[in-house]
């Protein structure tokens, strides 16, 4: 649970950031919420799917 909300967390920082950036380079409105929350999703969905991809090195192999 702790790791869903810190990808949450990031997620919505960095699209904070890329969006600002991205809108002063480009002349594009910045809005923040919606910068903010697509980066969230995106980042979660990212993270849950490579998640299923790559095995714990830990996992018992019986």
Known sequence: MAK???TLFWGFI???VIGYI???LTG???SPLA???TAMVIGFVLV???NS???DPTADKR
């Open 48 to 50: 849950n799917v490579l």
């Open 35 to 37: 910068d903010g929350l």
């Open 53 to 55: 991809f790559i095995k």
């Open 4 to 6: 869903q909300l810190v």
């Open 14 to 16: 960095y699209g904070e």
């Open 28 to 30: 594009a409105t910045f």
């Open 22 to 24: 991205g809108s002063a």
